[in-house]
């Protein structure tokens, strides 16, 4: 499929925050809160520093050939997986919890920058192996989240009783039914009847959401060499067994990034604040936090306690049932694989900032930390409306009533907008007030008051005026209208609503190519991809 793209700065777009463009900018204010710099020289230092820290290869290769042996072999993942127990291979993470059916268009995009940038790093770097890792927070439970995908612009939410952490959850018949209205949706287009094939495959009746998770991410990018890494592991958790401990005895954790988030709020709006105890007791169909109280600790909502002793015994025996929230799960991240660089959106860029005197206190290398690459995908019918009414793919950023006082303005037959009129009142008042100067002084005040009066009328004007002739392109704004709903859904980014599905019903795995092919590994822009 030849897709063309084009790029566009972030900041244009209107659509991210003021710490991620400050962060990608290089703003002065955040550069004590990382560590290397978005760039070929960053991960550099970043892979000296990682070469001196002692990652447990071969627990994490065990973990993998574990996991993996539920899937049928792909041998670039094969020998990805081998590589990680050499010295000179690293990865580039990116982490998203198990949304059912992917979630939104971002899931594929970040992971997509995972695999673009390994490869160009190897090209740039011949010298060091990177393998690309899908990251999955399986443990998350907030399922008003993570249980619910639009599609062609409609909603599906799963209705399930479960509690605890999503990536545990059964495929039930409610979940199945979803697939069933998918399958009517997108089995007319030409690649729609194997995706919902490949869709029953992964999400069997029975199995747990991250292993269906697993296996979609594993049939949509094996191909790429992607590993998929569940940290949902006792032997993987085994090793924050100190980190741990130390959050729930000492407070370490907590007290270290309260002070990071002090400077920080400084300039920004803090992302995450840490909790006294940043674990969740996680066992069965229970994930609630764990909290200190007079007696010990106990399992919030739940009749679960535990003196001190017991607690650690509980770590000791059973780290599985401890789950990092957002404060240590960076740091559980980067203790178990041989990491470089963090993908991620702006949200979690923004907590990493919170997170890097937490990893120098526990000699953690901390990663370089890239914006994950943002698309707008546009279909043929799109583009030509949008040529139709002689606009370009970049205007459609703006609000619509920006767009269509610029239709206007542009296409009408009479005059809609008074600047000529403005400067000419401006010096008619100008020239007042040099006669009325030659006077008496005192009446300038007056002069003044009259301008600025009779500017807002002569405004108030202008914006009927426009209101007018607006009413006489009243088929231009419905169709401004259509196009901005599709192409941003919710007046959000298309990529923070929308599913892969459709697309790849239409266009089968070249939709993933087309992607893959235009992304950045180290590019700071928004990019806008047109397909045929």
């Known amino acids: 499929m030849n897709c063309t793209s084009t790029n566009a700065s972030f900041a244009e777009t209107g659509f991210f925050s003021k710490i991620t463009l400050d962060y990608i900018a290089n703003a002065e204010a955040l550069q004590p809160f990382y560590k290397h710099s978005q760039d070929i020289n960053g991960i550099q230092q970043a892979i000296a520093a990682r070469q001196a820290f002692p990652t447990n290869r071969q627990l994490l290769v065990d973990a993998l050939k574990e996991q993996y042996a539920a899937v049928s072999n792909a041998t670039e993942v094969n020998n990805n997986i081998e590589s990680l127990l050499q010295e000179n291979t690293f990865t580039i993470v990116t982490a998203h919890q198990p949304n059912i059916f992917t979630g939104y268009l971002y899931f594929v995009y970040k992971i997509l920058h995972t695999i673009k940038l390994a490869g160009e790093l190897k090209q740039q770097l011949p010298q060091y192996n990177f393998v690309p890792v899908y990251y999955m927070g399986s443990e998350d439970a907030d399922l008003d989240e993570l249980g619910k995908v639009t599609v062609d612009g409609q909603k599906f939410v799963w209705q399930t009783t479960q509690t605890g952490a999503v990536g545990r959850m059964k495929v039930d018949k409610a979940l199945l039914k979803m697939i069933d209205a998918f399958d009517g949706q997108l089995s007319i287009f030409p690649h729609g009847k194997d995706l919902i094939q490949l869709l029953r495959e992964c999400y069997a009746e029975g199995s747990n959401i991250q292993t269906a998770t697993f296996k979609l991410a594993h049939a949509l990018f094996a191909n790429y060499g992607l590993i998929v890494l569940i940290p949902d592991s006792a032997a993987l958790k085994a090793t924050m067994h100190k980190i741990f401990e130390e959050d729930f005895l000492h407070k370490t954790p907590s007290s270290i990034v309260e002070g990071t988030i002090k400077k920080l709020d400084h ?266």
């Open 267 to 532: 300039h920004y709006k803090v992302q995450a604040n840490p909790r006294e105890i940043n674990l969740f007791y996680l066992k069965d169909n229970i994930r609630e936090r764990i909290v200190e109280n007079n007696d010990g600790y106990k399992v919030d909502h739940q009749q679960i306690h535990f003196t001190k002793e017991e607690l650690q015994q509980e770590l000791a025996q059973h780290p599985e049932r401890f789950s990092p929230n957002v404060i240590l799960r960076g740091m559980f991240q980067e203790t178990i694989l041989p990491n470089i660089v963090f993908i991620g959106g702006g949200g979690e860029l923004a907590y990493w900032l919170e997170l890097k005197d937490l990893f120098e206190h526990y000699n953690v290398p901390y990663p370089v930390l890239l914006l994950r690459n943002s698309f707008l995908v546009v279909e043929k019918k799109w583009n030509e409306k949008i040529s139709h009414l002689d606009f370009d793919i970049a205007d459609f950023f703006k609000p619509e009533n920006i767009l269509l006082e610029k239709l206007v303005k542009r296409d009408s037959n009479v005059q809609v907008d008074l600047n000529n009129e403005f400067k000419d009142f401006d010096a008619l008042y100008k020239h007042l007030k040099d006669v009325v100067n030659n006077i008496d002084t005192t009446l300038l005040q007056h002069v003044d008051a009259l301008h600025t009066k009779s500017a807002k009328q002569l405004q108030n004007l202008q914006k009927k005026m426009l209101r007018a002739e607006k009413r006489k392109f009243s088929a231009q704004q419905h169709q401004i209208a259509v196009i901005k709903k599709a192409l941003f859904p919710n007046n959000s980014l298309q990529e923070r609503t929308d599913n892969f599905m459709p697309f790849y019903a239409q266009y089968g795995p070249t939709f993933i190519d087309c992607v893959y092919k235009n992304t950045q590994g180290l590019g700071k822009e928004f990019i806008v991809i047109s397909l045929p």
